[in-house]
Each structure stands twice: as structure tokens, then as C-alpha cells.
């Protein structure tokens, strides 16, 4: 079992990073955002689990306090680097595919497995389909969607899909594939499930 992993560890250094060339004391501003941190919990609505806000939280209001300062396009752009490095790390340890051999058939058990005590584990998921060569599953909830919105900032939820694409992508590169079923077919586009499809492609 991978030891639970800080993401906060891989976008922190990013975030450095990318605000030394946005503001004149990134350090500051990052430890303000921690500091104020729990007062912008007690904002959140008492239906998010613990968990959840845990995770959550500190990249919202890190966003939400960079906006006021360089506005939404380049906050945006910085966060989604960030999250987008962060979360897929945190991904690939939880296929752990340095134990777990890379293969479709590991990828489709490990992936209901994340997906019932992983970092998606608030969501709601049904298996479609799952064969030698196809796996289907669809999202009935997403809680990340559903926090970004109740704390408006829902042009968050797509980076969590990203960070989805990036995974699923790589994990069997040239080999697998993953989509939606088409553009505009996500929870976070208005619909009322999000469809994920893997396949072999021989």
C-alpha cells in the first residue's frame, strides 16, 4: 500500500516558482493564504466531508486570493499547472506501478479501487462495462464539482478532468485509450454523468 502522499510537497515549489514573476513576495502571499486558511473553512458548507475540504481548501482559497491580485486568466493558468503536476502524481502512486505491473487488467481493478477509497472516493460511480479489452464506468456525482460550485469557482472542476486525461493517458501509452465519449460530456459541462471509456487499441 502507498504511504499517503503531501501533494502540497510538488505544487508548492511550482507555485514559487511562477509567482516570483507575479508578485514581489510569493512567500508571503502563499503564507498568507495558509494563515487565513481556516477562516475560509468555516465559509464551506457542512456537506463536504473533512476529507474532502482537507484537500480542497488550500487551492481554492490560494486561487481565489490570486485572482484579486493578477487577475483569473493568469491565476488560473498558474493553478492548473500546479494541480495539474501535483494530481497527477498523486495519481500514478495510487496505481502504484512500481508493485502493481502495468496492464489493463490491473488498471481497470485499481481504478475501482481508487475510486471507492481514493482521492475521488466522494464521488458516485457505476461500472458499465468491463471485458478483456473495454472498461466502462460512469459518474452519477462529483463532489469536486460540487465544492468548486458552492464556493464559486466552478471553472475549477475541468483541471481534476485534466488531471484525469494525463493519467489515464500515460498509464499505457499507445496501447490504451480514454475519452468521454465527445467533447461537452461532463457533470462540469452540465450534464448529468460523466461517461469515462478505456480501450485496447489491439
Known amino acids: ?29 502563499l503564507l498568507h493564504c495558509k494563515l487565513t486558511l481556516a477562516q475560509f473553512k468555516k465559509t464551506i458548507g457542512s456537506q463536504f466531508p473533512a476529507e474532502l475540504v482537507e484537500l480542497a481548501a488550500l487551492p481554492a482559497w490560494v486561487y481565489i486570493n490570486l485572482k484579486k491580485k493578477i487577475g483569473q486568466p493568469k491565476a488560473f493558468e498558474i493553478l492548473r499547472i500546479a494541480l495539474l503536476t501535483g494530481g497527477t502524481a498523486a495519481q500514478n502512486l495510487q496505481f502504484d506501478t512500481v508493485h502493481q505491473k502495468r496492464n489493463f487488467q490491473n488498471f481497470s481493478e485499481l481504478e475501482i479501487e481508487n475510486n471507492r477509497t ?79 471509456v478505456w480501450e485496447l487499441r489491439q
Open 118 to 196: 481514493g482521492l475521488v472516493r466522494w464521488n458516485k460511480m457505476e461500472v458499465i462495462e468491463r471485458s478483456a479489452r473495454r472498461f466502462e464506468i460512469k459518474i452519477t456525482r462529483c463532489m469536486f464539482h460540487e465544492f468548486v460550485v458552492s464556493i464559486g469557482i466552478p471553472e475549477m472542476t475541468p483541471i481534476v478532468c485534466q488531471i484525469d486525461n494525463a493519467m489515464f493517458n500515460s498509464y499505457l501509452p499507445d496501447e490504451m485509450t480514454f475519452d468521454r465519449g465527445g467533447v461537452g460530456r461532463r457533470i462540469a459541462d452540465g450534464k448529468s454523468e460523466c461517461n469515462f
Open 1 to 29: 500500500m502507498t504511504l499517503a502522499f503531501d501533494m502540497k510537497k510538488v505544487t508548492t515549489p511550482l507555485l514559487l516558482h511562477m509567482l516570483k514573476n507575479e508578485l514581489r513576495f510569493p512567500r508571503l502571499f
